[in-house]
């Protein structure tokens, strides 16, 4: 059986088909994300300092956040990177246009150096946002000014670099989306290899009249998993033989790959593991001194919360993880490496993170979210009410199930984390000594789902 | 080429011409006075200072930008109005004569909570101006600061109930015992000759008559409701100064924790220690509430409380001593 028969190819509807590959509704998505993005950042600079009655604060770490990692990343992957605003300044500045492919546009298209290209830059930029996140995440000015950095960045790399170099290589959160992709139902993948093979020009990649060559800098043809393709669309549109799928697929396809398993991304696993585990902790936890400390950034008991922090994530984590993975190897007789063990196996992790970070955004999205209404009324907090939800109270949604479907949502991380130990293991190993290889592993992953239960949920 | 010339249009007016008209109507709806209150660590009132003329109303919107704050004028019996934060709420003042009138928080934000203040200058015709007799521990050129133990102090807690089944008048002339410390009233009528007879606490309880004779049960309602809104919080509201703002003020500058800004460590009068208080008279805790406690940390209330209420706080906290 061939993998596209286990897929349902969108495209296969000509309706589906024109709206993905017509420039005009992705424009209008992004303009309105990027309408929305700048109001945010205004309303950080000259709105109130109160977080919950400013557009900047509920938008972007409420709304934006909660849709982001229950919907976006675990339905569509990279689907939110298709009309994310931060890039789109930048990249019409690149090509000269909005809309289509123009002639000339405005960057000194210099290559990415290749010692960086990998995502330990994207790891330290989001391990940074996360050890500042407690006062990122409630004061609008330091949010405002840190979009303008997000924006000042990316609009700096399309200027001196070639495509998209912003996201596939300095963006924060594109980071933790393209690893976690690799989970999604969706895909864009090539139907035929063998027609790209045989298309010597590669406009999926060089581009054409009717579209940019792969702004990700990616070869569609080679493409097996997720992890660095931003749904762009770019080469539906480029591709002449009609060659491109949107595929729906079976959940957590691209951890079946064996191939393409790297450092930066086992790291990124741990960092976004141990963000869950200690954003439970900081947040949503009782301990009044951590959450001051996480607060008072520069003062001695912060300087304990980041050295606990990247302690956690740097070291305590990957360290436990690294003699689970050396027991499991030890006891099967495993052949490999351990540090080709310790890359293959922290794969376990991408389903247990995505699901920590579920339950964690479950905690607050449901119980924050009606501060959407009025500040949609009132996005500065200014007392204007445009659309008459200015006065509407705060009121938690859904708090009786929440814990049941944390609950459920953690479960089903495990489960899938074990069955993926399982799978990897199996991929050099027979049945029994491949179970043994897990065994360990699967003991990591249940000690941090007790974790997260108990910090979430207890 | 059309389309890239109508979607550049699009652009600018949505990416652009949104967030531009949400600055525009930002700046257009300025319209009243915005007071904005931060706790005083952050910076207290913005603007602090006001101006007015008399007779001539001021629209004044308020919002907080962290906790809840109250806003209040002093010596003015205007309601309070709640400031809550992101909200905007709006009050109207009119002032009929010309002075200097302070604005204060209500509501107990933080150790500098008493420094959240701001002033309303209203301009006018001067000879409008009522000249106030100056307070009496001025007019008795009482020296404040002077440390005043009682040389005297009861067993128990004198009552002015038990004082009034003796049957024996204190003789103390109304109006003349804020002037009169109660251990000196005490020694006084000891030493009478219709008094020895009397046990040391039952001459006690004849002070405690005579001070409660001086008040009423309202003034006592009110002193008790403005020591409960302004005082406890360090005072405690059992007097015993262990109030829970008390703890705060005694780390003070002294650790990571924000303490009370311009002062060392203090710790708040115990209004129930008998040696100290007996030795003090009414003028001399109004001059502390009106002066304030000069570096101890404890605030000025000249500008906040009328001469009224300050001398029912005053007799509120002789109940500390007299039951």
Known sequence: MTPAAHRLNLLDRPSVKAALVNRWPQLILRIVALAGFLIAIVSGLIGTPVGSHNFGIVFVWIAWWALLMLIAVPVFGRGWCSICPIPLPGEWLQNGAVLGPQKKGFSLNRKWPKRLRNIWLQNIAFTLVALFSAVILTQPGITAMVLLAFLFVAVGASVIFERRIFCRYLCPVGGFIGLYSQLAPTEIRVKDAAVCAAHTVKTCYTGSADGYGCPWLLYPGALTKNTYCGTCLECLRTCPHDNLAFNIRSLGADLRQPAGRKLDEAFKAFIMLGAALIYSAVMLGPWGALKSAAYSIGSGPWLMYAVSFLGLIFGVLPALFLLAVAAGRALSGSKATLKKSFVTFAYTLVPLGLTAWMAFSLSFAFANFSYVWPVLSDPLGAGWNLFGAANVSWQPYLTSIVPALQAGVLIAGLVWACATARQIAAETQAERAALIHALPVMGFCCLVTLALMGLLIA | ?323
């Open chain 2, 1 to 323: 080429m059309k389309a890239e010339r109508f979607a550049r249009l699009l652009v600018l007016v949505i990416v652009v011409g949104l967030p531009a008209l949400v600055v525009a109507a930002r700046s257009a709806s300025r319209g009243p006075i915005e007071l904005r209150g931060v706790m005083a660590d952050e910076g207290g009132w913005a603007p602090a200072e006001i101006t007015a003329q008399v007779g001539q109303p001021i629209q004044l919107r308020l919002t907080s930008d962290d906790v809840i704050h109250g806003f209040a004028i002093g010596q003015r019996d205007w309601p309070a109005v709640e400031v809550l934060p992101g909200k905007w709420t709006t009050t109207t003042l009119v002032f009929d004569r010309p002075g200097k009138y302070t604005f204060y928080c209500t509501r107990w934000c933080g150790p500098n909570h008493w420094r959240m203040r701001g002033t309303i200058e209203v301009a006018g015709d001067e000879t409008a101006t009522v000249s106030e007799a100056p307070p009496l521990y001025v007019t008795l050129h009482l020296d404040l600061d002077a440390p005043h133990p009682g040389d005297v102090a009861p067993v128990e807690k004198p009552s002015a109930a038990r004082g009034a089944q003796l049957n024996v008048a204190p003789q103390i002339a109304a109006g003349a015992y804020r002037e009169q410390r109660p251990a000196q009233v005490w020694r006084y009528l000891r030493d009478r000759a219709s008094s020895s007879t009397l046990t040391d606490q039952q001459v006690w309880d004849l002070v405690a008559l005579a001070w409660r004779s001086n008040t009423t049960t309202e003034r006592l309602a009110e002193g008790q409701k403005l020591y409960v809104e302004n005082c406890a919080a360090c005072h405690g509201e059992t007097g015993k100064g262990d109030g829970v703002m008390a703890a705060s003020l005694q780390t003070a500058n002294t650790s990571d924790m924000p303490g009370l800004i311009g002062h060392g460590a203090v710790t708040p009068i115990d209004f129930t220690d008998a040696r100290s208080m007996l030795g003090a008279n009414s003028a001399i805790l109004q001059g502390k509430i009106v002066r304030g406690g000069m570096g101890t940390g404890m605030p000025y209330w000249g500008s906040i409380f009328t001469e009224a209420q300050t001398w029912a706080l005053v007799d509120y906290l002789w109940t500390f001593q007299f039951d």
